[in-house]
């Protein structure tokens, strides 16, 4: 069943941000290797349990908020069902070279989420 794997936070000023949420839930930033700007974001259940990854780089657009990827087997099959469940594709399948594919969508109250598909050939 698809779940939540990843979330994206964007931020305005990558520093501020890092300190504001190391400090406020404990959250661990390890920079992606190569020249992105863009760092893996590790939380942790109170229990102390591995808790869903993320993912913080620069905002790309002031209306860019944070976005729940939920896996899925083919960002490609989702898109044309989210279609036809009456949602929009916002942003069409695209490739995160080395690392996947992802889609944003818009559901039918207006909320954006992303999906995911694993795919290390992804060019």
Known sequence: MPTIAHFDLPANDIDRAK???????????????????????????????????????????????????????????????VEKLGGTVLQPKMPVPGWGHLAVCMDTEENTFGLWEVDENAA
């Not at 990827?69 to 989702?78: G, K, L, R, T």
Request: net charge negative; aromatic share 16%; hydrophobic share 30%.
């Open 19 to 81: 300190e504001f949420y190391a400090e406020l839930f404990d959250w661990k930033f390890e920079k992606v290797p190569g020249p992105l700007d863009y760092y893996f974001i590790e939380t942790e259940s109170l229990e102390g349990e591995k808790g869903v990854g993320g993912g913080m780089g620069l905002r790309g657009s002031p209306e860019q908020r944070i976005t729940n990827f939920i896996e899925v087997a083919s960002v490609e099959d989702y898109c044309t069902r």
